[in-house]
């Protein structure tokens, strides 16, 4: 383990030895891929090479099943008391702190996001796994007295094997949120990270042996969705699915998941909503609708992704929006300056382009950015500049598809109504925002918005306490929070008879 995280940090100072390949934990055990296939992982910033990761397919990812399937049948980890599976688990979050900046440095390597909001991870990630270690020792469970003399109990227990296939924009924290609630229940799991970004998921898993999960318990899989993925959501022996990426993904898995009817939940995509009344804070409302789009480069499923201005204010408000934006320090995340770094891929930044370009041809206007950032030291990496469209319709393509990028749109309203409206245009439900200083109308707005995570007069921050998940096509079920814990157990009912004797229901 040592030697590979020297690899890391020699190679982003400019080291030349190639690093060492990423492997799969499976049963307990790091294994390369059954093919000997692997995959170079690269930095945005510049695409070149910070790892090569083995490339799993359908048989790695059915001996992760099948490992994850023994240990939860015949391994000791069903019958581990919860206060051991919470030591385990406070032990990944302490080793996590410990290493927290190797832990965040990899972070923005891999995904190019700004240090300072991968260092912002690594402390979630650890107070996610401290979150869900405190639940698994705290009262679960009914008691109902009903009206036989019988006394009715209603348990939790864990669902069995739970595969878990996360996305690239939050490599470390998916991670968390999938297997910390799914362990703290007794679970075992086979897990999935995008594999454009397997680093951080590699030392975590790494953290987990060496904090002391039984062998089997958790599992690694790397490599491709259509495969690997694949195989996870349509296997008969996995008892769950939990699924993080795009709507369309999600579709898939869904139909996939028909096989042996397990168990799904789905945290998908969104186009969501940013409400500014002309009562709001003026500056708070221009912060947070910066932060809103372009934290994480805008490659953040509940971005606020379009802002709905009141018309008294919209013109004075843009006006100073595209001023700020255009002044956002874009460049690589190690720099400690910058303030947004490089999309993921070549081809997702081909993508957020294109959508640039349909939004000049709808007919929007382009008040700011628009444009890949080429002129070196930029050169080989996947920049775009923070960009804004105003004078949009609702049925435009820009305004209604995930862009998934630093692309804001602004949609226009009169009164509350038209707001309420266009917010919930979409066929998305994920998240929504409310500025404005009338305490009554914020609840009123809110609670006519169809979405499941939302803010008033602030934007975007998530807590390990509260649900998360969304409406509409933006998911099924819900992370995080006691209900992130339930999804993650099935629900026994025990009726004890208080009176034993016969029923006397038959009366040969
Ligand atoms: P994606 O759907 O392409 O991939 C997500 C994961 O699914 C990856 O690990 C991928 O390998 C795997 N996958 C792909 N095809 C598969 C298949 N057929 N079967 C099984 N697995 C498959 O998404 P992405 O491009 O990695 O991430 C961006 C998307 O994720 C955006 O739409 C974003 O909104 C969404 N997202 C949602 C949340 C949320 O909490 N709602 C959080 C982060 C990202």
């Not at 094997?161 to 996360?166: H, K, L, N, S, Y």
């Not at 924290?173 to 910390?180: C, E, R």
């Not at 579709?251 to 028909?258: F, K, P, T, Y």
């Not at 050169?379 to 630093?406: A, C, L, Y």
Request: charged share 20%.
């Amino acid at each position: 383990m040592a030697e590979r995280e020297f690899q890391f940090r020699n190679f982003a100072q400019g080291g030349e030895r190639v690093p060492k390949e990423l492997q799969m934990f499976i049963g307990g055990q790091w294994v390369k891929a059954a093919s000997g296939a692997v995959r170079d992982i690269l930095n945005p910033a510049d695409n070149g090479t910070i790892a090569l990761a083995a490339e799993g397919g359908e048989r790695d990812a059915q001996k992760a099943i099948a490992a994850a399937k023994e240990a939860f049948y015949e391994g000791p980890w069903v019958e581990t008391p919860p206060a051991e599976r919470a030591r385990l688990l406070f032990a990944v979050a302490d080793l996590l702190a410990e290493r927290g900046s190797d832990f965040a440095g990899s972070e923005t390597l891999n995904t190019g996001k700004p240090l300072r909001e991968a260092v912002y991870d690594v402390n979630d990630t650890a107070a996610c796994f401290r979150y869900y270690a405190g639940i698994c020792t705290k009262p679960h469970g009914q008691t109902y007295d009903v009206s036989d003399p019988m006394q009715t109990m209603v348990v939790r227990e864990p669902i069995g094997v739970c595969g878990q296939i996360v996305p690239w924009n939050y490599p470390l924290l998916m991670a968390a949120w999938k297997l910390a609630p799914a362990l703290a229940a007794g679970n075992t799991v086979v897990f999935k990270p995008s594999e454009l970004t397997p680093v951080t998921a590699v030392m975590l898993f790494e953290l987990l042996e060496k904090a002391g999960f039984p062998g089997g318990v958790a599992n690694l899989v790397l490599g491709p969705g259509n495969t690997v993925g694949q195989a996870i959501a349509s296997s008969l022996d996995v008892d769950k699915v939990a699924f993080t990426g795009g709507t369309k993904t999600g579709r898939s898995i869904l139909e996939a998941s028909v096989s042996n009817i397990k168990q799904v939940s789905l945290e998908l995509g969104g186009k969501s909503p940013n409400i500014v009344f002309d009562d709001a804070d003026w500056e708070t409302a221009i912060d947070y609708a910066l932060f809103g789009i372009f934290a994480n480069q805008g490659e953040v499923c509940s971005a606020g992704s379009r802002l709905i201005l009141h018309e008294k204010i919209h013109d004075h408000f843009i006006e100073e929006l595209a001023r700020r934006a255009s002044k956002i320090r874009v460049g690589n995340g190690m720099d400690p300056e910058t303030e947004m770094g490089p999309l993921i891929s070549r081809e997702h930044t081909e993508k957020v382009l294109h959508y640039i370009e349909i939004g000049r041809q709808e007919g929007a206007r382009l008040i700011c950015g628009g444009h890949r950032i080429s002129a070196p030291p930029y050169d080989q990496g996947n920049f775009v500049e923070p960009t804004i469209f105003i004078d949009t319709t609702p049925e435009m393509r820009i305004v209604q598809e995930e862009i998934f990028g630093p692309v804001l749109v602004v949609q226009k309203f009169k009164d509350e109504d038209e707001a309420v409206r266009l917010a919930n245009n979409s066929i998305y439900g994920l998240a929504g925002g409310v500025f404005t200083g009338d305490g009554a109308r914020a609840l009123r707005v809110i609670r006519r918005l169809r979405a499941g995570i939302t803010w008033i007069n602030c934007y975007n921050p998530t807590y390990n306490e509260a649900p998360w998940g969304g409406y509409k096509q933006s998911g099924l079920g819900r992370e995080l929070g006691t209900f992130g814990y339930e999804e993650y157990t099935e629900v026994k009912q025990i009726n004890i008879n208080l009176s034993v004797a016969p029923s006397g229901w038959f009366k040969g």
